[in-house]
């Protein structure tokens, strides 16, 4: 079955400008989060839906983050007014929430952002 | 505060040696413990878990890891290194009354394996 994909691969874009990035996840999985990760450095989570509603979105840095998932499936984190600082891997996972499964995140190959 | 710690950013080791990478933990309940594998450009790859049980558990690629509760540590082990296994692997943890299913993450460690 496929796996959790995420588009695009790479991005560049220049400072000031607004950037979507989407995820796809495992189908059937209600779970879904996103991370960002810098080089040499562990995800930082960025905020989590079950379903179509964020339940947590403590991780996202400010409000030029936002974040959607209108029917529960693919996702889009979407960037405004970017900075130099926004760049980074922005990774996707998602999970079946089962208590067999014990809650294990199947992660995407992420999008390579980069702000010029 | 929950937080996972590795404390070797690198590990290096001879090919067929056994390895070993640490990760020890702080939660406020029992925890969930999980281990990731990353590859260059690639995204992090499930290896194994703990739930609840068998305090070693055995994952994908010959990888084990023992749950250790009186140390709260969850090290990483494989009997004999592959050049292959040469990655970034992160340990994560959930404290399982933590309903938002967010994991806390170690910083990472690098292994190399040299053939």
């Known amino acids: 079955g496929a796996g959790v994909s995420q588009t695009p691969s790479n991005k560049v874009t220049e400072k000031g400008k607004y950037v979507e990035l989407r995820c796809d996840p495992i189908?059937?999985?209600?779970?879904l989060y996103w991370y960002r990760q810098s080089l040499g450095q562990g995800p930082e989570f960025l905020i989590y839906f079950q379903g179509t509603g964020a339940a947590d979105d403590s991780g996202l840095p400010n409000d030029r983050f936002f974040a959607v998932r209108p029917e529960g499936s693919v996702s889009t984190l979407k960037i405004q007014r970017t900075e130099r600082g926004d760049s980074a891997v922005y990774l996707c996972a998602s999970s079946s929430v089962g208590a067999a499964q014990g809650y294990e995140q199947y992660f995407g190959p992420g999008t390579r952002l980069t702000v010029t | 505060a929950q937080s996972v710690a590795q404390p070797e950013d690198q590990v290096n080791v001879a090919e067929g040696n056994p390895l070993t990478v640490k990760c020890t933990y702080s939660?406020?309940?029992?925890?969930?413990l999980f281990w990731y594998v990353q590859y260059p450009n690639r995204g992090l790859q499930f290896l194994l878990k703990?739930?609840?049980?068998d305090n070693l558990v055995k994952g994908s690629y010959g990888f084990e890891a023992e749950f250790n509760k009186s140390q709260t540590s969850f090290h990483l082990k494989k009997p004999s290194a592959l050049v292959s296994d040469s990655a970034l692997y992160f340990c994560a943890v959930r404290d399982i009354r933590d309903s938002n299913y967010q994991l806390i993450w170690g910083a990472g460690t690098k292994l190399i394996i040299k053939p």
């Open positions: 703990y739930i609840t049980g």
């Open positions: 189908s059937g999985h209600t779970a």
């Open positions: 939660v406020s309940g029992n925890p969930y």
